[in-house]
């Protein structure tokens, strides 16, 4: 039973792109393969993969250059291998599109575990319309009503509140950029994003978490900024 269709492996390195290939051969019935930026940018116009794993040291183009370029022609969920990991990195890669980041060496087990969850997010979010309730913990989200329920009892949020929240589980499971989340609850950018936000996630968390100290819901991301936990 295969969790998905076809995936992309772009990586020079050969043993690399072996043990990547071995490691998902349960998870996708197809495993296409690319060795430079410019064949997987090709691969993936022709062959629609439904995840992409993206090696940031590709010989011919920026890593970076490649994400975007590849985000820009699908909404494939991309998993990004790299050596490197600074925040402003994380934050760079996030916001040129790619859902996940695993920094080389990488354990099998722990990469396979978070393509899993990128195809699980995929699957539940992708088709999601504005009519749909999602349950995160024991709260009940309701998309197109706005409405926020604890149980009996209904949270009142204010209209940013509300698109932050919105965001977040709309893409739960996904790290989001401060400017990310900042662009979505606000529509436009001004002023630093990391503050602002902190501010009213701050008020978001006292209302919808069950411990605002230590919040389940809202997951800060040290240096890059949100996530809302997906329940297994
Ligand atoms: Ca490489």
């Avoid at 060795?35 to 022709?46: D, H, K, P, Y």
């Avoid at 009996?152 to 989001?176: F, K, M």
Wanted: aromatic share 4%; hydrophobic share 40%; glycine share 6%.
């Amino acid at each position: 039973m295969y969790h998905t269709d076809s995936i992309l492996i772009i990586e020079d390195d050969f043993h690399i792109r072996r043990a990547v290939a071995n490691a998902l051969s349960e998870t996708a019935r197809t495993i296409t393969e690319a060795s430079t930026g410019r064949e997987g940018i090709e691969r993936a116009a022709v062959d629609h993969p439904d995840l992409i794993v993206l090696d940031l040291g590709l010989p011919d183009q920026e890593g970076i250059d490649v994400c975007r370029r590849l985000r820009s022609q699908s909404s494939a969920p991309i998993v990004v291998l790299s050596a490197r990991h600074s925040d402003d990195e994380k934050v760079q890669l996030l916001n040129a599109g790619a859902d996940d980041y695993v920094t080389k060496p990488f354990s099998i087990p722990e990469f396979v575990a978070r393509v899993h969850a990128q195809l699980r997010r995929a699957n539940l979010y992708g088709a999601a319309d504005e009519t749909t309730v999602l349950r995160v913990h024991d709260l009940m989200i309701d998309v197109s009503r706005r409405t926020v329920m604890r149980g009996e009892d209904s949270i009142h949020l204010t209209p940013v509140e509300w698109n932050i929240l919105r965001v977040l589980v709309t893409q739960a499971g996904r790290t989001l950029t401060h400017r990310q989340i900042f662009h979505a609850a606000w529509g436009r950018s001004f002023g630093n994003p990391q503050q602002h936000l902190r501010v009213h996630v701050t008020h978001l968390r006292r209302k919808i978490e069950r411990d605002p100290t230590s919040p389940e819901i809202i997951i800060t991301e040290p240096g890059v900024g949100y996530r809302c936990e997906l329940l297994p």
